[in-house]
């Protein structure tokens, strides 16, 4: 099975400062038809996961662009430009270049 | 819009039986390949089984292979999860979530989720 490793596991932000969580993958998510399967998810408190990036870089609809994705191969950061109070949860990655497809086990990101 | 509601949880003895459904509403079920993903209380997202869009192609995790069956009823637009002798770390709140639809396409996995149902295995 490929192992996602996200660091830090958890982040404490002031409002307004940017943020970044990594994600590191045992094997490299880029398929032979050139695509790279690596996504990002968040947690909100009591809710189900929402998709936030696709395909290592491709915001879903409606997500702000304050979000943004980046990396290559086995190495992936989210970045988020200017935390918001909203933006509190847990962040997971998720690789689908294998089955079992597997998730990180999760970043957790509070406001200070 | 598009809707996918769990339902089936509950509490259950070890060794027991228990079968999630997932009803789905708002796309075209038929096309899309669907999946199960569970949360152990306080853990982090463990992906169960994947079912394709016509129910030909079926995947497990190891985790439940043998034990979890997944399927799906095009014509009730719902998806299922089989689970037979349970086991206390099967103990989660189960998702079902939409996957790629068929064809050439742009359009994510796991870009719908249900709210979930919690199976509780418990003697």
């Known amino acids: 099975d490929i192992v996602m490793t996200q660091t830090p596991l958890s982040l404490s932000v002031t409002p307004g400062q940017p943020a970044s969580i990594s994600c590191k993958s045992s094997q490299s998510l880029m398929h032979t038809d050139g695509k790279t399967y690596l996504s990002w998810h968040l947690q909100k408190p009591g809710q189900p996961p929402k998709l936030l990036i696709y395909e290592v870089s491709n915001r879903f609809s409606g997500v702000p662009d304050r979000f943004s994705g980046s990396g290559s191969g086995t190495d992936f950061t989210l970045k988020i430009s200017r935390v918001e109070a909203e933006d509190v949860g847990l962040y997971y990655c998720m690789q689908r270049i294998q089955l079992p497809w597997t998730f990180g086990q999760g970043t957790k990101v509070e406001i200070k | 819009q598009v809707q996918l509601v769990e339902s089936g949880g509950g509490v259950v003895q070890p060794g027991r039986s228990l079968r999630l459904s997932c009803a789905a509403s708002?796309?075209?079920?038929?096309?899309?390949?669907m999946h199960w993903v569970r949360q152990a209380p306080g853990e982090g997202l463990e992906w169960v089984a994947a079912?394709?869009?016509?129910?030909?192609?079926?995947h497990h995790a190891d985790s439940v292979k043998g034990r979890f069956t997944i399927s799906r009823d095009n014509s009730k637009n719902t998806l299922y999860l089989q689970m037979n002798s349970l086991r206390a770390e099967d103990t989660a709140l189960y998702y079902c979530?939409?996957?790629?639809?068929?064809?050439?396409?742009?359009?994510?996995?796991?870009?719908?989720w249900g709210q979930g149902t919690l199976v509780t295995v418990s003697s």
């Open positions: 079912i394709w869009y016509d129910g030909s192609n079926k």
């Open positions: 979530t939409r996957g790629t639809p068929l064809g050439p396409t742009t359009t994510p996995p796991f870009d719908y």
């Open positions: 708002g796309f075209t079920f038929s096309t899309y390949g």
